[in-house]
């Protein structure tokens, strides 16, 4: 399967793979060849640019993926990384509550858009602003569900890494 049909499959979802003895949750927004890898609490934007050729943080990289049941073999760049799915436990299985509504900034960039306003109602996982770094548009999402109550910043502002944009409450 084509790895750009195999990405926009796997938009939105968590998925929990095991390097070695590392276990390592990551979950990949695209839409249209552009998306965000968000894995270990960071945000890697990425374009991909043809069946082997992929935009990472604005470096262009070369790589070939082969997915086999549960597990996927990935070469980048001459390195060779071999993932298998983790094995969940029950406690892996529930998902965290997240115990703030702080939508913060994932990488410093530039608001582009909000998609809600003061007062509106957001669901879990919903797309709430987009910003753009190094010319990626990467979406912000609603922790959970509540209201918002607060935004800080305008569209055509220019955020640090880790700025609150916008709280949510229940």
């Given at each position: 399967m084509?790895?750009r ?8 979802r ?5 390097i ?5 949750a990551?979950?990949i ?7 965000t ?8 934007p990425f374009r991909?640019?043809d ?16 997915h086999?049941?549960?597990?996927s073999?990935?070469?980048?760049d001459g390195q060779?990384?071999?993932?298998r ?20 900034a994932?990488m ?7 998609a ?12 709430v ?6 010319k ?13 109550s607060?935004i ?10 880790g700025a ?5 409450v229940?």
């Amino acid at each position: 399967m084509e790895f750009r049909r195999l990405a926009e499959l796997m938009s939105g979802r968590e998925l929990h793979w095991r390097i070695g003895d590392q276990e390592i949750a990551c979950r990949i927004e695209v839409s249209k060849g552009h998306g965000t890898l968000y894995i270990t609490g960071n945000a890697l934007p990425f374009r991909i640019l043809d069946p082997t050729h992929i935009a990472i943080a604005g470096r262009r990289h070369r790589f070939y993926v082969i997915h086999d049941r549960d597990s996927s073999t990935v070469w980048l760049d001459g390195q060779t990384y071999y993932l298998r799915r983790a094995k969940r436990t029950a406690d892996a299985q529930t998902p965290a509550q997240s115990t703030t509504g702080e939508i913060r900034a994932l990488m410093p960039g530039k608001l582009l858009r909000l998609a809600v306003a003061v007062g509106d109602t957001v669901a879990e996982k919903q797309t709430v602003a987009i910003m753009e770094s190094m010319k990626m548009e990467s979406p912000l999402f609603a922790p959970k569900s509540g209201s918002v109550s607060e935004i800080h910043y305008r569209p055509g502002d220019v955020l640090d890494m880790g700025a609150i944009v916008m709280t949510i409450v229940t």
